[in-house]
């Protein structure tokens, strides 16, 4: 066997992980197989964890040979494991020799949801969120993403089992949109990892055009980062606000749930003493949602170093919670969970070269 050709560069060699069904499918009869295989090899890799062609027993040896030379199963590497005191796990994970994403598993009883990263680092500059101090390297291919899946399941083995995926790490998912649907087909596919669309969720800070198209391709929940009830605060906090103001983004959200009787899209409000909290900000917002089937989930702000923002009192998130429930809206308060390991919204950071640095704004009421 020695007298085989030389295997191909690894640059050259195609990383399996990168494709979803139609992609595999296209790539089988790109290399004169049947589309079928694409199916095999998918459960292979997502559903049994295999990272070896040997191991794919029911391919031939020929077509293992061929696999070999053309492709290669090559996920994220794991540079740190942490573990919080509450269970919640962090991995950091190096994508290129300058750019490290993080990835958060959150156990629950009866269910454990995985927090991926869309993006090294993010360009949107929320003026409360860690990720954006370090400005925006790139954009994170599929198997980067649906690697973090692959490296996770691995890494817990039989000590927790991932049941949700939510697209609330690092990075804008909107933003990365080929990538991200393709991921997200993989993660509900049932030759992958057959998640029903109930349990992975997309969150966006509100990139109104792709929030369309994403309704046309795709049919994940969503998540909306929302943390302000009129335009003037929101652009404040969530700069991208100028760009796609609240009224379309409301519209933009009717326009997704309206399709095919999808369920409530959820706003993420996250709680800033004195700035959003307010009895007058909740009842503006009991108002901006009042057409639109929704449920708000409340996050206590997850302090990092050098802001000036500090949570809203439990009395001020109490009373805010309460004016929400008494106009009939579903409210929850997202519990915190990996603060000890910086594992909670808003505190992953990684380690990305920023080609463009987000504006700081330090100051919550400055200019
Ligand atoms: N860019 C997407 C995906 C990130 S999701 C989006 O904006 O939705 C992460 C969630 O955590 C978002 O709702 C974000 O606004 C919120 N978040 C960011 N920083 C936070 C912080 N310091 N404390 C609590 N939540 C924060």
Redesign the pocket.
Known sequence: MNSAPAAAEPAARINLLDLDRPGLEGFFREIGEKPFRAGQVLQWIHQRGVGDFDAMTNLSKALREALRERAVIRPPEVVLAQQSADGTRKWLMQVDPTNRIETVFIPEPGRGTLCISSQAG?A?A?S???TARQGYSRNLSVAEIVGQLWVARRELGDQGRITNVV???M???LLNFDAVVAATHLMMDDFAYGLSKRRVTL???GIVPALDRLGEVTEVSL?V?L?APNDELRNELVPVNRKYPLRELIEACKRYVGRENRRKVTF?Y?MLDGVNDTPAHARALVRLLSHVPSKVNL??????PNTDYRCSTPEAIERFTQILHQAGLIATRRKTRGGDIDA????LVGEVRARSRSHLRLHPAGP
């Open positions: 993010c949107l929320c409360f969120c860690s697209l609330m790490g990075g804008e998912p969150s966006t800070s998540a980062s943390h993420e996250v996050i206590p702000f997850n302090p990092f909670a919204c808003g505190q």
